[in-house]
Nanobody
């Protein structure tokens, strides 16, 4: 049973930075494509970023390009999301997700494994 546990969320002022972490256990992390999604109250869960099993390929939502960076450390079974130049509209619960397979994916139904989420709040 694969488990994903996010951490690193919190309250930050606009323009600030946060780094989210997602620790995986119970599976072969190094073979999974990983991703981050986010969801605000009353809205759908939206794609943020995804990274290939090796870390050599990544893709971002247009809204976060140039500000967020996804990375992974397969030795630590952890994927990260570095968030810089944060804006109030980045406020959301952030979810880590994983899937078997090598193809990058940006749709929620492509992912089988999900964490419980970590809240990010950006004040203006």
């Amino acid at each position: 049973q694969v488990q994903l546990v996010e951490s690193g969320g919190g309250l930050v002022q606009a323009g600030g930075s946060l780094r989210l972490s997602c620790a995986a256990s119970g599976g072969t992390f190094s073979s999974y494509t990983m991703a981050w999604f986010r969801q605000s109250p009353g809205e759908e869960r939206n794609f943020v970023a995804t990274i290939s099993w090796s870390g050599g390929h990544s893709r971002y939502a247009d809204s976060v390009k140039g500000r967020f960076t996804i990375s992974r450390d397969n030795a630590k079974n952890t994927v990260y999301l570095q968030m810089n130049s944060l804006k109030p509209e980045d406020t959301a619960a952030y979810y880590c997700a994983g899937r078997r397979g090598t193809a990058l994916a940006d749709r929620t139904f492509d992912y089988v494994y999900w964490g419980q989420g970590t809240q990010v709040t950006v004040s203006s």
